[in-house]
């Protein structure tokens, strides 16, 4: 019952009674941005979040974080050279394949959601707070929800953060630190994350059935 009840206050945080199918993107972005920060509950090397109720971890590797929700893999990337070198970017978001891109600034942190239509149907990606987050899905308003909540609710330990890079900033684990930024190659993450073989696909729950969108609009 005490799980009902906290998502239910969690859904009506969030959509102000609205279901969050009539809101729009901005709407969508702006509200779970202005949610108060939660306690976390999920911890790794040099960071810790807060994983919805409705969010699994179903794999991690060097800062390449695989969740699960309602049968879509989000794939969370967590830049520690960028946090440690506090190191933002302003991105340019001017392509005409996307079917909606935004820039935005929210607690002195930058950030952007883009969405394009991609086979099984739309790539939402959302960078945020140093992390970003790529996920094909039917379901774009509840992905750009939920990624924002995670990506909101990353805490940094810089101590930690210091003692696993410290003088090798410039250097540590390069190959991994070049997949923030809007991408040239659709589903370059997606595609690295399988080639290199971040998670095992067999550990990995069964994808669910979708009930797809009336629109991405």
């Given at each position: 019952?005490?799980?009902?009840?906290?998502?239910?206050i969690a859904l009506?945080?969030?959509?102000?009674c609205t279901?969050?199918k009539?809101?729009?993107?901005?709407e969508?972005?702006?509200?779970t941005?202005?949610?108060?920060?939660?306690?976390?509950?999920?911890?790794?090397?040099g960071?810790?979040?807060?994983?919805?109720?409705?969010?699994t971890?179903?794999?991690d590797?060097n800062?390449?974080?695989?969740?699960?929700?309602?049968?879509?893999k989000?794939?969370?990337?967590?830049?520690?050279?960028?946090?440690?070198?506090?190191?933002?970017?302003?991105?340019?978001?001017?392509?005409?394949n996307?079917?909606?891109?935004?820039?935005f600034?929210?607690?002195?942190?930058?950030g952007?959601v883009?969405?394009?239509?991609s086979?099984?149907?739309?790539?939402?990606?959302?960078?945020?707070?140093y992390?970003?987050?790529?996920?094909?899905?039917k379901?774009?308003?509840n992905?750009i929800?939920n990624s924002?909540i995670?990506l909101k609710?990353?805490?940094?330990?810089?101590?930690?953060?210091?003692?696993?890079?410290?003088?090798?900033?410039l250097?540590?684990d390069?190959?991994t630190?070049?997949?923030?930024g809007?991408k040239?190659k659709?589903?370059?993450?997606l595609?690295y994350?399988e080639?290199?073989?971040v998670?095992?696909?067999?550990?990995?729950?069964e994808?669910?059935?979708?009930?797809?969108?009336e629109?991405a609009?």
């Amino acid at each position: 019952m005490k799980k009902y009840i906290i998502i239910f206050i969690a859904l009506f945080i969030l959509t102000g009674c609205t279901n969050i199918k009539d809101l729009t993107y901005d709407e969508v972005i702006n509200k779970t941005l202005n949610q108060k920060e939660v306690k976390k509950n999920t911890y790794l090397e040099g960071y810790k979040l807060y994983l919805p109720e409705n969010v699994t971890m179903i794999g991690d590797l060097n800062g390449n974080d695989i969740l699960y929700s309602g049968g879509d893999k989000y794939y969370l990337y967590v830049d520690l050279i960028s946090y440690y070198n506090k190191k933002q970017n302003i991105y340019n978001l001017e392509n005409k394949n996307y079917t909606y891109s935004k820039n935005f600034d929210y607690n002195k942190l930058n950030g952007y959601v883009t969405i394009s239509k991609s086979k099984g149907g739309f790539l939402v990606e959302i960078m945020y707070n140093y992390a970003k987050i790529e996920v094909v899905t039917k379901d774009v308003k509840n992905a750009i929800a939920n990624s924002l909540i995670v990506l909101k609710n990353i805490d940094y330990n810089y101590k930690i953060i210091d003692s696993m890079i410290g003088s090798n900033a410039l250097v540590y684990d390069a190959e991994t630190f070049t997949l923030l930024g809007p991408k040239t190659k659709e589903d370059n993450f997606l595609s690295y994350v399988e080639e290199y073989g971040v998670y095992n696909e067999k550990d990995s729950p069964e994808d669910e059935d979708i009930i797809e969108m009336e629109s991405a609009d």
